[in-house]
């Protein structure tokens, strides 16, 4: 079992930036990969960008070019770096550990992005 705590959401203005933090109550480096996903009032949850154990990532195509998934090794901690921001991008941010094929969670951080 791993504990994740999410942390760095808050409001922010459209164009705007925040960045997400994601640490873990284990090494980071046996996960297969990590990830952060969101989910919108009345949808259902969906990926934002994945990082694996060589630092490979993987975006959604709506956030290209504006999001970064970055890890830090030493301090168990996934981040994820959110520039030009848009009001599409209000959601409760996930962060994911994922460890021979099993999934856990965090609780999550509301990122709100006013127009």
């Known amino acids: 079992q791993v504990e994740l705590v999410e942390s760095g959401g808050g409001l922010v203005q459209a164009g705007g930036s925040l960045r997400l933090s994601c640490a873990a109550s284990?090494?980071?480096?046996?996960?297969?990969?990590m990830g952060w996903y969101r989910q919108a009032p009345g949808k259902q949850r969906e990926l934002v960008a994945t990082?694996?154990?060589?630092?490979?990532?993987n975006y959604a195509d709506s956030v290209k070019g504006r999001f970064t998934i970055s890890r830090d090794n030493a301090k168990n901690t996934v981040y994820l770096q959110m520039n030009s921001l848009k009001s599409e991008d209000t959601a409760v941010y996930y962060c994911?550990?994922?460890?021979?094929?099993?999934?856990?969670w965090g609780e999550g951080t509301l990122v709100t992005v006013s127009s």
């Open positions: 284990r090494s980071i480096v046996s996960a297969s990969h």
């Open positions: 994911k550990y994922r460890r021979f094929m099993v999934d856990q």
């Open positions: 990082i694996i154990s060589d630092g490979t990532t």
